[in-house]
Structures are given as structure tokens and as C-alpha cells.
């Protein structure tokens, strides 16, 4: 059984910080890539970032722009989100999530989800 628990996220203004955490469980956990989406209401989830089962790659949606950054810690079976020079754009549920497939930017070859932490970027 794999859990996925988010944490990290609040109120922030336009221009600011926030480093999202997810804390992972579960033997096969470290061993494959993982993910971030957000989703705002009535929205489709969309990708963000995800990162290689080794953590030497990863790869970002458009628009990130050079703001965000996923790092993994394999020990610990954690993933994390940087997010600098926020938008009220960013404003969204996060939710970190495994991959059964590659390091993907499709919502579908994830297998595991957590529960979600919101971010509000005020202007």
C-alpha cells in the first residue's frame, strides 16, 4: 500500500516562496518516478514537474519558466516542490503523485495520488 502525504503549502504573495514536501510509503515507493500536478476548481489536473525513480532527471511544464524546482530525497522516500516568483496564476491544489510509467507529464500513468495541499498566490 503506498501513501502519499503533502504538506508545505498557504498563502503566499505574488513574488514569494513556498517549498512543497510529500512524504511517501510503501516498498516500491523509491523505485519509480514521481510527480507534482495541480488543479484549480472545475479545471482539468495539470502537470508541473516530475522526477526520474534516481532523481537525475527532471522535467517541467512550460510554464515554470526556471521558477520551480523537484528534487527527491530516495532515503527518506520524499519528494519536494521550490516554487519561487509565484503567480496568482499558481493558485491551485498540489498533489504529488508515483508514476507507473515513466516520468510523465500525463495524469493517467500516475498510479498513486495524496490528498492535495493548497496554494493561494495573492496579488
Known amino acids: 500500500q503506498v501513501q502519499l502525504v503533502e504538506s508545505g503549502g498557504g498563502l503566499v504573495q505574488a513574488g514569494g516562496s513556498l517549498r512543497l514536501s510529500c512524504v511517501a510509503s510503501?516498498?516500491?515507493?523509491?523505485?519509480?518516478?514521481m510527480g507534482w500536478f495541480r488543479q484549480e476548481p472545475r479545471k482539468e489536473r495539470e502537470f508541473v514537474a516530475a522526477?526520474?525513480?534516481?532523481?537525475?532527471?527532471?522535467y517541467y511544464a512550460d510554464f515554470v519558466r526556471g521558477r520551480f524546482t523537484i528534487s527527491r530525497d530516495i532515503a527518506k522516500n520524499n519528494i519536494y516542490l521550490q516554487m519561487n516568483s509565484l503567480e496568482p496564476e499558481d493558485t491551485a491544489v498540489y498533489y504529488c503523485?508515483?508514476?507507473?510509467?515513466?516520468?510523465?507529464?500525463?495524469?493517467?500513468?500516475?498510479?498513486?495520488w495524496g490528498q492535495g495541499t493548497q496554494v493561494t498566490v495573492s496579488s
Open positions: 510503501g516498498d516500491t515507493v523509491s523505485t519509480k518516478p
Open positions: 503523485a508515483v508514476s507507473g510509467q515513466g516520468p510523465s507529464s500525463w495524469y493517467r500513468d500516475y498510479e498513486y
Open positions: 522526477i526520474s525513480r534516481g532523481g537525475t532527471t527532471s
